[in-house]
């Protein structure tokens, strides 16, 4: 069992920033991709950002390029998000996602493992 813990998340005004991280503490860290996804009230999940070990290349959603930036300190094993310029539709749980099969990063039925969520929530 693989288990990846988020934290960072938290209550903010549109504007403001935050910064998720995730560990993963298993050799799952050291596979291909991991990514971001973040499930809006009342809307399925959706892919925020991932990025891929072998070469480093990170990938967003267009609705956050520009404000979100995804990172991973390898020593440490974790993933981060941090998240700026934040907006009311950002509000959503974010979770890690591991054990990448290949196939577009932004499908979250490719990944294996999940963390638990961590909510943010972006106030006008």
């Known amino acids: 069992q693989v288990h990846l813990v988020e934290s960072g998340g938290g209550s903010v005004q549109a504007g403001g920033s935050l910064r998720l991280s995730c560990a993963a503490p298993?050799?799952?860290?050291?596979?291909?991709?991991m990514g971001w996804f973040r499930q809006p009230p009342g809307k399925e999940r959706e892919g925020v950002a991932a990025i891929y070990n072998r070469d480093g290349n990170t990938y967003y959603a267009d609705s956050v390029k520009g404000r979100f930036t995804i990172s991973r300190d390898n020593d440490k094993k974790t993933l981060f998000l941090e998240i700026s310029s934040l907006k009311h539709e950002d509000t959503a749980v974010y979770y890690c996602a591991a054990g990448f099969s290949g196939g577009q990063w932004y499908e979250s039925g490719l990944y294996h493992y999940w963390g638990q969520g961590t909510q943010v929530t972006v106030s006008s």
């Open positions: 298993r050799d799952e860290y050291k596979k291909d991709c």
